[in-house]
């Protein structure tokens, strides 16, 4: 079975503050992304990286940066966090497959509230 | 338009019924299409995943793509209360990939 975990589950900080959230994938997928979710909105892409070092921006970069060092693990940093970034966080991973991104796996998310 | 739209319900069954949940797309460049589970407070889970058009049925639950229309339906038959979820479509193709907002299901016991 495909695992994607998350460094947390539950965060809360403060405005201002620089807040690190980790994502590690088992099956050596060479696509991994950051999303983060809100009612009514759906999954919105922040960052996805389809390879080592590699990074491309997806629809809502602004406030946010990663960092892919290793194949099996993809940080989202918000370099200074502001009360509109409380969000649930999501990491995935997947295959490149004839194209496109393939069938993505989920993490369990990281619900971070921003005071 | 939105490039994929899906109802976001809710949408409450009783216990045994079959649901229809559905999805629209603009992009004739997917090829891949999914559907993903996903309980409250928790990330999305994988259900079913087709290629190109068809049919594909797995136990209780049958995934529909028609490309000509843009249309996918994902029909769960003899529903259980442990489906109450919320059910994301999602649809990939020439380096793009888009998610539905999500169509929240309750069946009731």
């Known amino acids: 079975d495909v695992k994607v975990t998350q460094s947390s589950r539950y965060l809360v900080k403060r405005t201002g503050e620089k807040v690190f959230l980790e994502c590690v994938q088992d099956?050596?997928?060479?696509?991994m992304f950051w999303y983060r979710q809100d009612p009514g909105l759906g999954l919105r892409l922040i960052y996805f990286?389809?390879?080592?070092?590699?990074?491309e921006k997806g629809d809502i970069p602004e406030g946010y940066s990663v960092s892919r060092e290793k194949k099996e693990r993809f940080s989202l940093i918000l370099e200074s966090a502001s009360t509109n970034q409380t969000s649930m966080y999501l990491c995935?991973?997947?295959?490149?497959?004839?194209?496109?991104?393939?069938?993505?796996?989920f993490g369990p998310g990281t619900r971070l509230t921003v005071l | 338009q939105k490039e994929v739209e899906q109802d976001p319900g809710p949408l409450s069954v009783p216990e045994g019924a079959i649901v229809s949940l559905n999805c629209t797309y603009s992009?004739?460049?997917?090829?891949?299409f999914m559907w993903y589970r996903q309980y409250s407070r928790k990330g999305p889970e994988l259900l079913m995943y087709?290629?190109?058009?068809g049919n594909k049925e797995d136990g209780r639950f049958t995934a529909q793509v028609d490309k000509s229309s843009k249309y996918i339906s994902l029909f769960i038959r003899d529903s259980q209360p442990s489906d109450s979820a919320t059910y994301l479509c999602?649809?990939?193709?020439?380096?793009?990939?888009?998610f539905g907002a999500g169509t929240r299901l309750t069946v009731k016991p």
């Open positions: 992009n004739s460049a997917f090829q891949y």
């Open positions: 099956m050596d997928h060479e696509n």
């Open positions: 995935a991973s997947s295959f490149w497959t004839s194209g496109t991104y393939g069938t993505q796996y």
């Open positions: 990286s389809y390879d080592v070092k590699m990074k």
């Open positions: 999602a649809m990939s193709g020439n380096n793009d990939m888009r």
């Open positions: 087709t290629y190109s058009s």
